[in-house]
């Protein structure tokens, strides 16, 4: 925004197009206004809207999402602008997809990506996001290559070659005033109905697999993995997710989590809780309600997102804030909470990173906790190895892990099982 203002002082025309995930519209909206009030800002966005091009030349700013992009490309590709910039550019990681597409076709002086993630699950990703704002820097054949062709001489080379197009900055760089924040692993152990469960699952899977394996190979055994594998998970949450009677039970996960925010919201605490899985945040829901618990709860069914996140963050009566990572891994502000629970772990490290960083951020006056729950002997603590074992990729081009499974091995599989 300081930077469009700065333009705008310069040349008088200046006239930018902004990309974002529709749920970050209001954010933008919100901080363009409280920040740079002297921007003209169009929302091009919803269905009722009407794109006139003489009209969009009267805006410093047309504000916009992935998908109207998509819809409206044919249209917008047709005017000129000074800059073009995406904000959480990973939405376009992905070479192959229309938004991307979308994105090529966008005429701009100045091109623009910002994300804190640029490499979510592979080299592609980072080499699609450079292809949209330095066109023709890279050779196309790059997006079709494998993490398996980047050895560490090429990523150091690659490395090189990139620095000049990449401002990377840490949180520790340029926030050094922000509080501390400290993290924890809290493991419980499995209830022994819980644990008969699982051991009969991996039992399930494991024979399973094993047959598949034999009859199509390893690498064409992928949907089956993942189905075990989230099955488990699942099992390690709470058994109501695998079946819906047994939703009122509690789960060894809850009873520690609610021991913790019985403690947190006696001392005035205000609590995130975050999780992949929207239907074990629905009965934790239930549960918090039982207990007359005062909650928010976010997924991407939520219409009314800015309303809920203004009552937790005024509130002082609601104390806990349920939230998928999907809907509110990126965009929130939330430094009313210092505490934050993640109840599943995730396959990409980064994305429980980004969550935390909800309430780790400008603004937070208090020191952050943040509490990731792992069930003992579970594939959840396999997960946990598997992760620290699987860094050398993003981590010789960037500096941190963003890979996971793109590299999983059979003796890996076994160890997950056994």
């Known amino acids: 925004l300081s930077l469009l203002l700065l333009l705008k002082k310069q040349t008088k025309q200046n006239h930018a197009i902004l990309v974002v995930p529709t749920s970050l519209i209001h954010n933008w909206l919100a901080e363009a206004e409280k920040f740079a009030p002297h921007l003209k800002v169009l929302n091009l966005t919803g269905s009722d809207r009407h794109f006139h091009r003489d009209r969009l030349a009267t805006y410093d700013v047309i504000l916009t999402t992935y998908q109207t992009l998509r819809m409206d490309i044919e249209k917008l590709k047709e005017v000129d602008f000074s800059y073009f910039i995406l904000d959480e550019a990973h939405y376009v990681k992905n070479s192959e997809s229309q938004s991307f597409m979308a994105c090529r076709l966008v005429k701009a002086e100045r091109r623009l990506a910002l994300t804190g993630t640029p490499i979510e699950n592979s080299v592609t990703d980072l080499l699609s996001i450079l292809s949209i704002v330095t066109p023709g820097l890279l050779p196309e054949s790059l997006n079709l290559q494998k993490d398996r062709d980047f050895d560490r001489d090429r990523l150091k080379m690659l ?22 924040k400290t993290e924890q692993i809290l493991y419980c152990e499995l209830s022994p109905v ?36 989230l099955r488990l998970r699942q099992a390690a949450c709470h058994i109501g997710l695998l079946d819906q009677k047994q939703s009122q039970e509690t789960s060894s996960k809850f009873s520690l989590l609610l021991d913790h925010l019985d403690s947190l919201l006696s001392e005035g605490h205000k609590v995130l809780v975050f999780s992949q899985f929207t239907s074990l945040l629905k009965i934790l829901a239930s549960h918090l309600k039982g207990r007359e618990i005062l909650h928010e709860y976010l997924d991407g069914k939520t219409t009314d997102r800015e309303e809920r996140i203004q009552k937790f963050q005024n509130d002082p009566s609601i104390g806990v804030f349920l939230i998928s990572l999907k809907a509110g891994g990126v965009g929130l502000n939330l430094t009313a909470a210092n505490y934050v629970f993640i109840l599943d772990p995730w396959w990409n490290p980064q994305a429980e990173a980004q969550a935390i960083d909800r309430v780790h951020r400008i603004g937070q006056k208090q020191n952050v906790f943040a509490y990731k729950i792992i069930a003992k002997n579970t594939v959840e603590e396999k997960v946990l190895e598997l992760q620290k074992a699987k860094k050398e990729l993003a981590e010789n081009l960037l500096g941190e892990d963003k890979t996971l499974f793109k590299k999983l091995k059979m003796e890996d599989l076994s160890a997950l099982f056994n």
């Open 159 to 180: 490395s090189r070659s990139l620095r000049p197009f990449i401002l990377r900055r840490t949180k520790d760089q340029v926030l050094k005033d922000l509080p501390a």
């Open 194 to 229: 819980e644990r008969k469960k699982y051991d009969e699952l991996k039992m399930f899977y494991w024979g399973n697999l094993t047959k598949k394996f034999a009859e199509k190979g390893f690498e064409r055994t992928k949907i089956e993995i993942l189905e075990a594998l």
